[in-house]
């Protein structure tokens, strides 16, 4: 049987094949789509670019969507000045930045070092700290030596516990276990893992609440009750996107909530379900 969402995803990357480009010596892949206001989208450990792709279908026609899938070399610090040198070379001036998980960190490490480039921070599914994320698995293994099997397994298992518990999401966990299993290269994954494993702590992010919102989900697997409040108090949001359900990836599960949520965010007409206007909005 066919599932849907990798063709949909397959679908939208043969439109919009992933470009390379070298960015101060690190290889990474580039979407740049659409015309409009920049967002700037950056995914996860599980993610290319193009794991965005219903948002980018359905935005494009009014903003300009830049995905980034990451290189095989580096880590947040670096990240930051190649997203910097990125956004030179397209000629954009600023965008709004939205990252999720491992993307959230390193948004928020760019909001809080560039913060003239940041015009709106959409941290997503994130996290607050990396301190002691060395103790548990996959960080706590060798991440340069381990068996790459042993690493691709890791995310395996609890995707098929996912599955289990979520029998909904079982299109989802395929996609992610292809995302795993080598759509995402080998280095390229030691490369994300290690990216939060060794990376720096969050300088605080000086950008008006006014241009700062959250999303979360509360039955998200990886990000748990007290790491989603304790985003939440770092960042001071003007707006807090809670799913009630989506798991660790809305903007795959819920996409057309999801994409309600950035048309509110980026000024558009919205047209999708209305998320109101509280400064918690719960769907």
């Known amino acids: 049987?066919?599932?849907?969402?990798?063709?949909?995803?397959?679908?939208?990357?043969?439109?919009?094949?992933?470009?390379?480009?070298?960015?101060?010596?690190?290889?990474?892949?580039?979407?740049?789509?659409?015309?409009?206001?920049?967002?700037?989208?950056?995914?996860?450990?599980?993610?290319?670019?193009?794991?965005?792709?219903?948002?980018?279908?359905?935005?494009?026609?009014?903003?300009?969507?830049?995905?980034v899938s990451y290189p095989a070399r580096g880590g947040v610090t670096d990240w930051n000045a190649d997203m910097v040198t990125l956004l030179d070379r397209l000629g954009i001036e600023s965008a709004a930045v939205l990252g999720s998980s491992?993307?959230?960190?390193?948004?928020?490490?760019?909001?809080?070092?560039?913060?003239?480039?940041?015009?709106?921070?959409?941290?997503?599914?994130?996290?607050?700290?990396?301190?002691?994320?060395?103790?548990?698995?996959p960080y706590s293994l060798d991440l340069a030596s381990a068996p790459i099997?042993?690493?691709?397994?890791?995310?395996?298992?609890?995707?098929?516990?996912?599955?289990?518990?979520?029998?909904?999401?079982?299109?989802?966990?395929?996609?992610?276990?292809?995302?795993?299993?080598?759509?995402?290269?080998?280095?390229?994954?030691?490369?994300?893992?290690?990216?939060?494993?060794?990376?720096?702590?969050?300088?605080p992010v000086i950008l008006p609440t006014t241009r700062i919102v959250t999303i979360d989900a509360d039955d998200d697997p990886l990000i748990p009750m007290e790491m989603r409040q304790a985003v939440r108090a770092r960042l001071s949001p003007s707006v807090a996107y809670r799913f009630l359900n989506g798991g660790h990836f809305p903007y795959v599960v819920r996409s057309a909530e999801y994409t309600a949520l950035l048309e509110q965010v980026m000024g558009l007409n919205v047209s999708g379900p209305d998320w109101g206007t509280a400064p918690e909005r719960v769907q």
Do not use: C
């Open 149 to 203: 099997a042993d690493l691709r397994a890791g995310f395996g298992n609890g995707l098929t516990a996912w599955a289990k518990a979520h029998p909904d999401q079982a299109d989802l966990v395929e996609l992610l276990l292809q995302e795993a299993g080598g759509r995402i290269l080998e280095a390229e994954l030691r490369a994300r893992l290690a990216a939060l494993k060794y990376g720096p702590e969050l300088p």
């Open 1 to 67: 049987m066919t599932n849907p969402l990798i063709a949909a995803r397959n679908a939208f990357a043969d439109a919009h094949p992933e470009a390379r480009t070298d960015l101060n010596g690190r290889d990474w892949g580039i979407l740049d789509v659409g015309e409009g206001p920049a967002l700037l989208l950056i995914p996860g450990t599980l993610g290319r670019g193009d794991i965005f792709w219903n948002q980018i279908t359905a935005l494009s026609g009014r903003l300009r969507l830049v995905a």
């Open 102 to 137: 491992l993307g959230g960190y390193l948004a928020q490490y760019i909001a809080a070092t560039q913060p003239d480039r940041v015009t709106h921070l959409i941290a997503a599914n994130t996290l607050h700290s990396v301190a002691g994320l060395d103790q548990h698995p």
